[in-house]
């Protein structure tokens, strides 16, 4: 699948911007990774593009998320066991149906979290921009529990076990990824 056709699965199904803005996050985050892991990085995009696709249609019923976009998947004629395994994997914890396996599964897993966290690291900067979010200033807030307190930093985390990238490289890689797409995030 290549990313036009992603997109067009993604904005047929998707109309609050916001939740857009994370696809595109998560999107950026996954290519990036990709190329640190040696992973192909327009698959990983595309993963990384569609992973939440079917959130608007399955935000009340968690058991359907990534299962409904599994079938619309399959539906437009998507073949990659590869992508289809990874969305599947993204809610493993709720739907049983494939649990993290493969580098591309993991990353996802990882990241998917941390967007949010950095995004809400950015909203309480003065500027409100990308532009001004550090590193050390993500770190600065990890540990005040309070603050994203819905982010599972623990799932974030796991990007050493999982991946073999230390904690805060993988912050500076994600950074970096949603920093260069920024207007895109309106960031």
Wanted: glycine share 8%; charged share 25%; with cysteine.
């Amino acid at each position: 699948m290549i990313r036009e056709e992603a997109l067009k699965i993604l904005h047929d199904n998707m109309q609050f911007v916001n939740l857009r803005r994370h696809c595109y996050a998560v999107e950026a985050v996954m290519r990036a990774l990709a190329g640190r892991l040696g992973g192909d990085m327009a698959k990983w995009g595309v993963v990384g593009l569609l992973h939440d696709g079917d959130y608007e249609k399955t935000k009340d019923t968690a058991g359907e998320h990534t299962l409904l976009m599994h079938e619309w998947l399959k539906n437009a004629g998507e073949t990659d066991e590869e992508i289809l395994n990874a969305i599947l994997s993204h809610n493993y914890s709720v739907t049983g149906k494939r649990a993290p396996g493969s580098r591309m599964e993991w990353a996802l897993y990882c990241c998917d979290e941390l967007t949010g966290f950095i995004v809400a690291v950015a909203l309480v900067r003065p500027d409100r921009k990308l532009a001004s979010v550090t590193v050390e200033s993500i770190m600065k807030k990890w540990d005040q529990l309070a603050f994203a307190a819905a982010v599972d930093r623990k799932q974030i985390e796991m990007c050493e076990e999982k991946l073999g990238i230390p904690l805060q490289e993988f912050v500076g890689i994600a950074l970096g990824a949603m920093q260069g797409i920024a207007n895109d995030l309106g960031l």
